[in-house]
């Protein structure tokens, strides 16, 4: 083969290199902005959305709000400027979301709301729960619990008042548990979705109503919290706790006695599930209108625990 042969050859090879270079360079980005990454959940939530996107060869990428409202809009923003193909989004503050949503979509961008539900706008998807029935769900079964054990209770609240599902979760449990004659409340302490945060807001409950006798937490950073503080003031056999997300720490207080019930829901199924939304956008599946995509909750006790332990070792 001549000298000018090979060196035809050659830029051939390069070529192909380089356009195949190109291609990976334009693999599709996906943005996944979450509310916090200190949470099991969120964090599940993330590794259902990653392996969707490699599954739909798609590139994700994470940014962590810490829950911060502001940072959230500002990253809806960027990503948009960036011109991103997608977005999934699981907004703290789901009015205040609604501009920048809006924003990302006019520009073609194909937008998902997993987790919290916006209201209505051009969003292709909204996966995930409904938080005021699901809250009103754990309420009733709470009710019935009390009920079922002396008929009485004080109950206090850890919430999330910057989030506006864990708010909608807060709401159907105490519409469920006022039209129990049996129980008191106590009021409602914000953990700020902070684990540190929730367990100090629950011992200042907790010492702030030495008759309580329950506590309901919205999710899991104020569940985790709200037993760490219990624990810590030795009232395991005193308190009982109701709440949102299994953990390690959820099933260490489901064994113990003094956590009762916890609504589980599919984080790893709602990160897919947003991004296979936007993949199917992709392929010019959008829908004329928005999709809603429900995933059902179940609440898991001493009795059905079992099968979710090796989730959580």
Avoid at 1 to 10: D, E, W
Avoid at 43 to 56: M, S, Y
Avoid at 175 to 190: E, H, I, R
Avoid at 266 to 274: I, N, R
């Amino acid at each position: 083969m001549r000298i000018s042969q090979l060196l035809r050859v050659a830029v051939s090879l390069a070529t192909l290199a380089s356009a195949i270079d190109a291609q990976a360079a334009a693999k599709q980005v996906v943005a996944l902005i979450q509310a916090n990454e200190q949470a099991l959940y969120f964090v599940q939530l993330g590794q259902g959305a990653e392996a969707e996107a490699n599954r739909q060869g798609l590139q994700l990428v994470v940014f962590n709000a810490n829950n911060d409202i502001a940072a959230q809009n500002n990253a809806v923003e960027t990503y948009t400027q960036q011109k991103v193909a997608g977005i999934v989004v699981d907004a703290l503050d789901r009015d205040s979301m609604m501009p920048a949503v809006r924003a990302a979509a006019g520009t073609g961008v194909f937008v998902t709301a997993v987790d919290t539900i916006l209201p209505d706008g051009p969003q292709i998807a909204q996966v995930g729960i409904d938080s005021y029935a699901a809250g009103k769900q754990i309420g009733d079964y709470f009710v019935a619990y009390i009920a079922a054990h002396g008929g009485a209770a004080k109950v206090g609240i850890v919430g999330a008042l910057n989030s506006s599902s864990q708010n909608e979760r807060q709401k159907g449990f105490e519409d469920a548990v006022k039209l129990s004659n049996g129980v008191m409340m106590a009021g409602v302490v914000d953990g700020r979705n902070v684990q540190e945060a929730a367990m100090s807001a629950a011992e200042n409950l907790i010492t702030g109503n030495p008759d309580l006798t329950a506590i309901y937490a919205t999710g899991e950073p104020a569940l985790i919290g709200a037993a760490a503080a219990v624990e810590s003031q030795g009232k395991q056999s005193k308190i009982k706790i109701f709440g949102w997300d299994l953990s390690a720490p959820a099933i260490k207080g489901i064994d113990g006695g003094y956590i009762v019930a916890v609504v589980q829901q599919d984080p790893t199924g709602m990160g897919a599930a947003s991004v296979a939304a936007i993949a199917d956008a992709l392929r010019g599946k959008a829908p004329s209108k928005t999709t809603v995509i429900n995933v059902p909750v179940t609440i898991v006790t001493k009795d059905n625990v079992g099968p979710y332990r090796a989730s959580f070792k």
